[in-house]
């Protein structure tokens, strides 16, 4: 073989360079496993993804004044609201022009509403000004600061108009400051008053009452699991589908079963009473309140931790125990020194998932937690459904999305997510 031949490059079976080939099928594997994955992607991008972006959006968007208003935006520039006085004739004129295009448009009602959000009366002066300003000849009926003010004597309020002004811009930190009990005034953000603080109340309740769940799903779920685990398959099988049990039963359902036996009245009562625990004239308060919603929720998510624990103590082997005892251990000393420490990871996985899943539940704390026992997860619904505040509950959402992520951080950095295990 001649030194030329033996210096070229080596050639794959169809004769191309060997580098190239295997380029070309490395390239081809990973065209493949991507089209693999790409309907999960899609799934993810579609379901997850655009969804908290859209919400993150949302929290911040406040382009319907600056679109319905354009020019009073404009003619308020030049207001001073630390005056205490109503805008000028100009100001006035420019509301009338907007008022006329979107009362035509329909779109009056919408500003409002966004408006009446901040400044509670607002949406009415909107309402009737809006029905006046359809007959205007905008050019030819001024001046329109008495006719305003003659509609609703709101308009001659300069909290209207610096709520007008405050507002204006495309994008705002107005929801954010709201979610924290705070509000933007003339000179900044500042505290709102005591009376309509709520939400440092409900998140701080939030957390507190998800902890108490998660630890009281733990306490009831470790013999279970350690039942599961220890005991013949099938008895082991047996406890197992009481355990699934639940899951076959509506959660609706189970939270109304809870409704009734939680009551004065109720079959929890009745056999407190019946045993003489307690007198029938002092029966327990459980329904309405955190406590109802501690004890509903703890049934609920009790699944979700029994089955991590049990997975992972279905993995410890039983002759870890004897050895331990025949080195002169005690019962308990093996049991704490050897297998708890064994079952931790499974104890890790499911208090991740039993608190994340409790921190964002709203049907049962609002069905048996009355207005003790409710959850910041109950006002957001309320928010997009009932007052149709989405600005502001996407800004509640995003900031519990952020406090969840915070204490997945701390808890990595404390137990480690790699300890964490589900078998």
């Known amino acids: 073989m001649s030194d030329s031949t033996q210096s070229g490059p080596m050639l794959a079976a169809d004769g191309t360079p060997l580098k190239k080939s295997l380029s070309r099928a490395l390239r081809m594997q990973k065209i493949r496993a991507l089209a693999l994955i790409t309907p999960l992607l899609a799934f993810v991008l579609l379901t997850f993804i655009i969804p908290i972006g859209q919400m993150l959006f949302r929290s911040v968007e406040n382009d319907i004044v600056a679109n319905t208003l354009p020019n009073t935006v404009i003619a308020l520039q030049d207001w001073d609201a630390a005056s205490g006085e109503a805008p000028d004739e100009a100001v006035y004129a420019a509301l009338a022009a907007d008022l006329y295009v979107a009362s035509n448009a329909k779109t009056h009602t919408r500003v409002g509403s966004r408006l009446n959000y ?141 409704k009734v036996m939680l009551q004065q009245q109720g079959v929890i009562n009745d056999v407190l009473v019946w045993l003489g625990i307690v007198a029938d004239d002092a029966r327990l308060v459980m329904i309405n309140n955190q406590l109802g919603t501690i004890i509903a929720m703890t049934h609920i998510l009790l699944p979700f931790m029994i089955l991590p624990m049990y997975s992972v103590m279905q993995t410890i082997q039983p002759t870890y125990l004897r050895a331990a005892k025949s080195m002169g251990a005690t019962n308990w000393t093996a049991f704490w020194r050897v297998y708890f420490p064994l079952s931790v990871p499974g104890i890790g996985a499911g208090s991740i998932l039993v608190f994340i899943l409790a921190i964002g539940y709203y049907i049962t704390p609002e069905l048996v937690g009355g207005t003790k026992g409710v959850f910041i997860s109950n006002r957001i619904a309320f928010h997009i459904s009932t007052s149709l505040n989405w600005g502001l509950a996407a800004a509640l959402g995003t900031i519990l999305l952020a406090v969840v992520l915070i204490l997945y951080w701390a808890y990595d950095k404390i137990v480690g997510i790699d300890n964490v295990k589900l078998g």
């Open 118 to 258: 901040e400044t509670p009366g607002i949406s009415s002066l909107f309402r009737k000004a809006g029905r006046k300003a359809k007959k205007w000849d905008v050019e030819n009926d001024g001046p329109y600061k008495e006719k305003f003010i003659k509609i609703a004597k709101g308009w001659g309020d300069p909290n209207v108009w610096r709520t007008i002004q405050t507002y204006s811009p495309k994008y705002t930190n107005g929801y954010f400051l709201n979610a924290a009990d705070m509000q933007k005034g003339s000179d900044g953000a500042e505290i709102r008053p005591e009376s309509e603080r709520i939400y440092i109340t409900l998140f701080k309740r939030t957390l507190i009452m998800s902890l108490a769940i998660t630890a009281a799903c733990i306490a009831l779920a470790y013999p279970v699991a350690w039942l599961l685990a220890n005991l013949p398959s099938a008895k082991a099988n047996l406890l197992m589908i009481l355990v699934l049990l639940p899951f076959w039963t509506s959660l609706l359902v189970r939270t109304s079963a809870w």
